[in-house]
């Protein structure tokens, strides 16, 4: 396999979502790619050039087989849960992949989002500004409901293990929190019997920060925000994503350099002094106080679904160049940059989402394309007969790029109208909430 600052890499996208696909968009960019696949992708990837590879992503000895059989230099994971299970340690540990490139975390730094508990300590420990919590189990909730009843509402409930964005739970009475302090044990967010954290509510507006890591260095991607209730002004479940923007107008180079200084540094300080440096993407979901301090909600160990969408729409550079070398830990900040466009997506769901849906519906109206838009797959398949259809509960996210946020939304939405199936259902009022902050908090 090849090595060498100029050298042609074949690269692998671990994952079939919307993230994966537009990971994968922006690798296909770089003059430095020679092959790609995904595995196990999904129809959206073929239109790059793209070989999709069958396989489970948790079957580390069929990501072995085909990361040989491919020749593969690079291996990119998209989410979470192969990381969680321990992938890029599965790669470090075996003779024939050692000289494979695998951009992710190790498991034990994949703790920090698999274990809110973990987090919430390791934040404490290195002084990282973050909500007031506690984390206890079943045997001992009681500290934890004496330390409930002294929060004002609206109350904060986490389930402790992996819970695909869905988790994270906001009641406004206390009675609705024991209630999902119950239900988080039972399992109904997550693993039954895990820890719970309760914390205070932090008020403010939330903003999502990404940061590519190779152990000591880090180079910090594009701030967006995305929308995580299933209708439009907040309402409804929790999703795993709606739609995000970026830029954020309030999201001010201060306030990016404060999260440099109070969290990205320790963060990788803490970690490489436990011994297990940081490689990998770091997703830190923040909240913007009304005084213009940010404070650390959740850790993620990958690309947030949808921000990713946009961020790479916003991204410039040779993003391969810069994972490959991250992976290698020798990243050189500053090879990236970020376009003074605005870009929105809006996801569109399948009936139903986040509860259950039907699959299988079929698609019209992918391929009718507006100017300054963009396409990705997240939940997409085809039939016996090859005609596309839906295969999950978001099935793609609709992107637009804009001189402004207006223009962004309008040409994001009209593309959204140009594609039909059953049950498609997705938010009008993505972006909207952004325009009445001023610019000038921090």
């Known amino acids: 396999m090849e090595t060498g600052a100029a050298s042609k890499l074949r690269v692998l996208v ?18 430095r790619l020679e092959a790609l696949y995904a595995m196990p992708g999904n129809p959206g990837f073929v239109s790059l050039g793209a070989t999709l590879l069958e396989g489970d992503v948790m079957d580390f000895e069929a990501v072995k087989k085909a990361v040989l059989e491919q020749e593969i230099d690079l291996v990119v994971v998209g989410a979470e849960a192969p990381l969680c299970a321990g992938i890029v340690d599965f790669f470090q540990n075996d003779e024939a992949l050692k000289k494979v ?9 994949a703790t920090l989002e698999s274990s809110k508990a973990f987090a919430k300590e390791f934040m404490q ?10 984390a206890f189990t079943a045997e001992n909730q ?40 119950r239900e988080c044990f039972e399992g109904k967010f997550g693993e039954a019997g895990k820890t719970v954290v309760v914390e205070e509510f932090l008020p403010g507006i939330e903003f999502s920060l990404f940061a590519i890591c190779d152990g000591k260095n880090f180079e910090v991607l594009p701030v967006a925000k995305d929308y995580k209730r299933a209708f439009d002004k907040d309402k409804g479940l929790n999703t795993g994503g709606m739609g995000s923007v970026t830029p954020l107008p309030y999201i001010t180079p201060e306030v990016i350099q404060t999260v440099k200084d109070t969290v990205l540094r320790p963060t990788l300080e803490g970690m490489e002094k436990a011994g297990t440096p940081y ?34 729409l916003a991204l410039e550079g040779d993003l391969l160049t810069v994972l490959y070398d991250a992976a290698n830990h020798n990243l050189t900040p500053g090879l990236l940059s970020t376009s003074a466009d605005t870009f929105v997506s809006v996801s569109l769901v399948s009936g139903g989402y986040p509860e259950a ?15 300054g838009t963009m396409v990705f797959h997240a939940g997409t398949a085809l039939d016996a007969q090859g005609n596309l259809c839906t295969a999950g509960g978001r ?48």
């Open 125 to 134: 420990q290195h002084a990282i500004p973050t909500a007031t919590s506690v």
């Open 142 to 181: 009681q500290y934890g409901l004496d330390f409930l009843v002294l929060l004002p509402p609206p109350y904060v409930i986490k389930a402790d293990g992996l819970a695909a964005g869905k988790g994270v739970l906001i009641v406004p009475e206390l009675s609705e929190a024991f209630v999902a302090i």
């Open 14 to 31: 671990l994952g079939s979502g919307g993230r994966e696909h537009a990971l994968a968009w922006k690798l296909a960019q770089s003059p």
């Open 101 to 109: 490139s695998i951009f992710g975390p190790t498991k034990a730094c």
């Open 357 to 371: 849906y039907e699959k299988g519906k079929h698609i019209t109206g992918v391929e009718d394309s507006v100017a």
């Open 395 to 442: 099935v793609f996210s609709v992107c637009a790029r804009g001189k402004d946020l207006a223009t962004a939304r309008d040409l994001a939405y009209a593309r959204a109208e140009k594609i039909t199936f059953e049950g498609k259902r997705n938010r009008m009022d993505i972006g909207e909430d952004i325009a009445q902050f001023a610019p000038q908090q921090s």
């Open 279 to 312: 490689t990998g993407f770091l997703f830190v979901g923040m909240m913007l106080s009304k005084s213009g301090t940010p404070k650390v909600i959740e850790y993620n160990v990958r690309m947030g679904d949808p921000e990713t969408q946009v961020v790479m």
